[in-house]
């Protein structure tokens, strides 16, 4: 016996494959790229906010007192020693421990 099928279309096929892979197109881009830019820009913002002075860790974990800086460039006083730094390698700025405690 031979069964006959009947055609439902190429196109509600075609969406049914589709859906399933923009939904998680969708889903990795909330939970990943949307978290990553964020993260991208805090830092932007706290790289330029830095000024000659303040304390900061670099991505190496290296803990200086910047002495001069520019747009690419920023030098660290570490222990006596001065150190050049791309301004990318600075991870965070960090507190100096309070003398009173």
Do not use: C, Y
């Amino acid at each position: 016996m031979i069964i006959a099928q009947t055609d439902t279309g190429s196109s509600g096929n075609l969406l049914g494959l589709l859906l399933p892979l923009l939904l998680l197109g969708g889903i990795f881009w909330v939970l990943f790229i949307l978290p990553q830019r964020r993260r991208v820009k805090a830092l932007d913002a706290m790289r330029s906010s830095l000024e000659v002075g303040d304390e900061v860790r670099t991505v190496g974990g290296i803990i200086g007192v910047i002495k001069h800086m520019n747009d690419d460039e920023v030098t660290l006083d570490v222990g006596g020693s001065t150190i050049r730094f791309t301004s990318r390698a600075v991870a965070d700025k960090t507190t100096p421990p309070d003398p009173t405690e």
